[in-house]
């Protein structure tokens, strides 16, 4: 598969003048792109060991995404972090990585510094300002020379999440990450002719799609942050075609006033979480030529593996709603199955976990040889999702290995009991999760973000054994404003299982 390298190098010498990347009001042809990188992979490769681990910490910009392209092409491994989290938590994931230098952007400079003083072997911070001028601070490891020639080597470490533990550095090489890519853009049918809004953060797994619109020579806008109004505003400036949400983001999008008045925008893709019928109805409602696509990914697969098609979705509207619950079918690439325990495929329609095998796969968890290969079986990832697939090939979840509760010695799908409970009128948002119990190994637990007026506990547990097993009726219910979600719109039972105690 391609490096990175070689992208930028073969797309700037077949479309040179044509706009790669668009910032509010700055852009850069692929020429222009190109060699600000290559400028960049000379101040890295001056300044940084072979090898040498990089944090990135900073919001979406016109810079950010060079370096996301400049540390790998000389053959270092770029850190991603997360500009939400604490200082703490940073602290840790450079720790975890061993990370000597950290990139920061506007806003994170005085963060960046800090991290340099409290960590020993951090001695040096790049920044770069809204002018594009880089510096190198605290004392630079100047190297000697600079080849200039693409370096193989590098790549990308996501950290995850840390939904149900401590973060992992999840090891990405450039020809997985192209692999996904291509792989996503194979599964989609987008290509030269798409202008794409991306919004999401890029210090999460969705960066992985860049390359890809590189690749073919689409059109990339980035945005800071994603606010609704600016988004109607860029679309409509730029003729965007196509955008890369979170579900919250599109609820938003949908339910905007301009959201009609999108004539150029054509795709719609998220993931994360599934999306309500009344959501995807008013999509294709208001503009019936939307193409809506739900991909199912996790940063160990380098982003989705499973995506439920535009035809899904007109089917849900067209009467068959349950399709919705449904995470699709493979992407090219991917090959995908569901096994138990002993790594045996299960009998359709049967619940097992999602094992899954291809080129866009991680290289392996930075610096933990043993999770690796728990993880990585015989060249199967082991997801930790349970799943069943139905007779029309449509793998539905049914729960994450490790959320799954076992109470009173029979298991608890999490899902299933959050799909009953989610169909209350009085529900807006429901989380359902398992705590330790001495009489039942594990009780049942919801918390609930109730619409206007009362709920109370008695009526939901009432509710839910309409349709429920009484062992699956949560002995708890816990009414929340809101409920923790990351930046990818997941929620984060962890914290809520703190709160519960």
Same mark, same amino acid.
């Given at each position: 598969?391609?490096?990175? #390298?070689?992208? $930028?190098?073969?797309?700037?010498?077949?479309?040179?003048?044509?706009?790669?990347?668009?910032?509010?009001?700055?852009?850069?042809?692929?020429?222009?792109?190109? /060699?600000?990188? $290559?400028?960049?992979?000379?101040?890295?490769?001056?300044?940084?060991?072979?090898?040498? /681990?990089?944090?990135?910490?900073?919001?979406?910009?016109?810079?950010?995404?060079?370096?996301? =392209?400049?540390?790998? %092409?000389?053959?270092?491994?770029?850190?991603?972090?997360?500009?939400?989290?604490?200082?703490?938590?940073?602290?840790?994931?450079?720790?975890?990585?061993?990370?000597?230098? &950290?990139?920061?952007?506007?806003?994170?400079?005085?963060?960046?510094?800090?991290?340099?003083?409290?960590?020993?072997?951090?001695?040096?911070?790049?920044?770069?300002?809204?002018?594009?001028?880089?510096?190198?601070?605290?004392?630079?490891?100047?190297?000697?020379?600079?080849?200039?020639?693409?370096?193989?080597?590098?790549?990308?470490?996501?950290?995850?999440?840390?939904?149900?533990?401590?973060?992992?550095?999840?090891?990405?090489?450039?020809?997985?990450?192209?692999?996904?890519?291509?792989?996503?853009?194979?599964?989609?049918?987008?290509?030269?002719?798409?202008?794409?809004?991306?919004?999401?953060?890029? %210090?999460?797994?969705?960066?992985?799609?860049?390359?890809?619109?590189?690749?073919?020579?689409?059109?990339?806008?980035?945005?800071?942050?994603?606010?609704?109004?600016?988004?109607?505003?860029? %679309?409509? #400036?730029?003729?965007?075609?196509?955008?890369?949400?979170?579900?919250?983001?599109?609820?938003?999008?949908?339910?905007?006033?301009?959201?009609?008045?999108?004539?150029?925008? #054509?795709?719609?893709?998220?993931?994360?979480?599934?999306?309500?019928?009344?959501?995807?109805?008013?999509?294709?409602?208001? #503009?019936?030529?939307?193409?809506?696509?739900?991909?199912?990914?996790?940063?160990?697969?380098?982003?989705?593996?499973?995506? $439920?098609?535009?035809?899904?979705? =007109?089917?849900?509207?067209?009467?068959?709603?349950?399709?919705?619950?449904?995470?699709?079918?493979?992407?090219?690439?991917?090959?995908?199955?569901?096994?138990?325990?002993?790594?045996?495929?299960?009998?359709?329609?049967?619940?097992?976990?999602?094992?899954?095998?291809?080129?866009?796969?991680?290289?392996?968890? =930075?610096?933990?040889?043993?999770?690796?290969?728990?993880?990585?079986?015989?060249?199967?990832?082991?997801?930790?999702?349970?799943?069943?697939?139905?007779?029309?090939? $449509?793998?539905?979840?049914?729960?994450?290995?490790?959320?799954?509760?076992?109470?009173?010695?029979?298991?608890?799908? %999490?899902?299933?009991?959050?799909?009953?409970?989610?169909?209350?009128?009085?529900?807006?948002?429901?989380?359902?999760?398992?705590?330790?119990?001495?009489? =039942?190994?594990?009780?049942? &637990?919801?918390?609930?973000?109730?619409?206007?007026?009362?709920?109370?506990?008695?009526?939901?547990?009432?509710?839910? /054994?309409?349709?429920?097993?009484?062992?699956?009726?949560?002995?708890?219910?816990?009414?929340?404003?809101?409920?923790?979600?990351?930046?990818?719109?997941?929620?984060?039972?962890?914290?809520?299982? /703190?709160?519960?105690?």
């Amino acid at each position: 598969m391609l490096t990175f #390298r070689q992208v $930028l190098d073969s797309t700037a010498a077949r479309l040179p003048s044509k706009t790669a990347l668009v910032d509010g009001e700055r852009s850069q042809t692929f020429a222009a792109y190109r /060699r600000s990188v $290559l400028t960049l992979v000379g101040l890295v490769e001056r300044a940084c060991a072979p090898g040498a /681990r990089i944090g990135l910490l900073g919001r979406n910009s016109l810079e950010h995404t060079h370096a996301l =392209w400049a540390v790998p %092409c000389a053959g270092r491994m770029l850190t991603m972090l997360n500009y939400r989290l604490h200082e703490k938590e940073l602290r840790a994931i450079l720790a975890d990585a061993g990370a000597t230098t &950290v990139i920061a952007g506007p806003g994170y400079h005085e963060v960046a510094e800090s991290l340099s003083r409290d960590l020993e072997v951090l001695d040096q911070v790049i920044t770069y300002d809204e002018n594009g001028e880089w510096t190198i601070h605290r004392g630079p490891k100047v190297m000697p020379g600079s080849s200039n020639e693409a370096e193989p080597g590098g790549g990308w470490i996501f950290y995850t999440s840390g939904t149900t533990g401590e973060p992992k550095g999840v090891v990405l090489t450039q020809s997985s990450v192209m692999s996904a890519a291509v792989s996503y853009l194979l599964g989609t049918g987008l290509g030269a002719h798409e202008s794409v809004l991306m919004p999401l953060p890029l %210090c999460h797994i969705v960066a992985h799609l860049l390359p890809g619109f590189f690749l073919v020579g689409a059109t990339v806008a980035v945005d800071p942050d994603f606010d609704p109004d600016r988004f109607m505003q860029t %679309c409509q #400036r730029l003729g965007i075609t196509t955008s890369i949400l979170a579900p919250i983001m599109l609820r938003r999008v949908v339910a905007h006033r301009q959201f009609a008045s999108l004539e150029a925008l #054509r795709n719609l893709g998220y993931g994360g979480a599934p999306v309500e019928i009344a959501t995807v109805a008013t999509a294709l409602e208001v #503009r019936p030529q939307i193409r809506l696509f739900q991909g199912l990914g996790m940063t160990e697969t380098d982003g989705t593996y499973l995506m $439920l098609s535009p035809e899904d979705h =007109w089917c849900a509207v067209n009467g068959d709603s349950q399709i919705l619950q449904s995470v699709g079918r493979a992407l090219p690439f991917a090959q995908v199955r569901i096994v138990d325990d002993h790594g045996n495929p299960v009998a359709e329609g049967a619940i097992g976990e999602l094992v899954v095998s291809g080129p866009q796969i991680m290289a392996g968890y =930075w610096g933990h040889p043993s999770l690796t290969a728990q993880t990585l079986v015989d060249g199967w990832l082991r997801t930790g999702d349970l799943a069943r697939r139905d007779d029309d090939g $449509l793998t539905y979840l049914a729960d994450r290995k490790k959320d799954m509760i076992i109470s009173g010695g029979l298991n608890v799908y %999490c899902l299933e009991v959050e799909n009953v409970l989610a169909k209350h009128p009085q529900v807006a948002e429901v989380a359902v999760f398992g705590v330790a119990d001495a009489e =039942w190994g594990e009780r049942v &637990v919801a918390a609930v973000v109730p619409t206007a007026g009362g709920l109370t506990e008695a009526e939901l547990r009432a509710y839910a /054994r309409e349709s429920l097993a009484g062992f699956k009726i949560p002995k708890q219910v816990v009414v929340v404003d809101g409920l923790p979600r990351n930046a990818m719109g997941k929620v984060l039972k962890s914290q809520l299982r /703190r709160l519960v105690g």
